[in-house]
């Protein structure tokens, strides 16, 4: 099945630096999605960003999406130590848009 | 959480027992999905439903059957739970799938174990 896959899959830096975590999937699609999840709670939704779009901006995220290449990356700038959370991004199933297709993640760690 | 509650939070179980997990929704929402998640595995889609009574199954269904008789609860169910399906199970919904898939609203999440 297609899957989104994120790298690195732990990332560890200092308050105020920036952060990029990077997502990879197989097959075209209409949209990509990133999700934050912080430990013990549910996912929580950060950035749509469709095919047609190459970058999209909410707060200190910026989220790029190269589809030549099916790629994206999320880049948090100005990270904080709440940004410490898993990070995850989305694609639709190959033959099926109704679902979603979660990566395994990125650890993020900031520390103070 | 987007007017979703999951129940129960927390369960501890046995072996071979019945399981059954509520995903309760106040948002109107067409889409409801079951997903369970495991380390190093990220999330797993079980089961997914479309509207009242249609469901369809994910990428790990086996030992897992749901129910959806009202838009706002969905139901799954582990006829006899077995030590693998210990996880963290998680509900989310969405509004709809017109342009591709819609962006997803989780509940809290129940963790299950099973001894």
């Known amino acids: 099945s297609q899957q989104g896959e994120e790298d690195p899959q732990a990332l560890s830096i200092q308050e105020g630096e920036n952060a990029t975590m990077n997502c990879s999937y197989k097959?075209?699609?209409?949209?990509l999605q990133w999700y934050r999840q912080n430990s013990g709670r549910g996912l929580v939704h950060l950035i749509l960003i469709r095919s047609n779009e190459r970058e999209k901006h909410s707060g200190r995220l910026r989220v790029t999406l190269d589809t030549s290449k099916k790629s994206s990356s999320l880049l948090i700038t100005a990270s904080q130590a709440a940004d410490t959370a898993s990070y995850f991004c989305a694609t639709e199933g190959s033959y099926n848009t109704d679902k979603l297709i979660f990566g395994t993640g990125t650890r993020l760690q900031v520390f103070p | 959480d987007a007017g979703i509650t999951q129940s129960p939070r927390h369960k501890v179980t046995e072996t071979g027992t019945p399981v059954t997990l509520r995903c309760h929704q106040t948002e109107n929402h067409r889409y409801m999905y079951w997903y369970r998640q495991d380390p190093g595995h990220g999330l797993r889609l079980i089961h997914y439903s479309y509207g009242v009574k249609d469901t369809d199954k994910g990428e790990v269904s086996d030992g897992y059957s749901v129910s959806r008789s009202k838009t706002e609860d969905f139901l799954l169910t582990l006829e006899s739970a077995t030590s693998s399906q210990t996880s963290v199970y998680f509900c989310?919904?969405?509004?709809?799938?017109?342009?591709?898939?819609?962006?997803?609203?989780f509940g809290p999440g129940t963790r299950l174990t099973v001894l």
């Open positions: 989310a919904i969405s509004e709809s799938a017109a342009r591709g898939a819609d962006t997803q609203y």
């Open positions: 097959t075209s699609i209409n949209n």
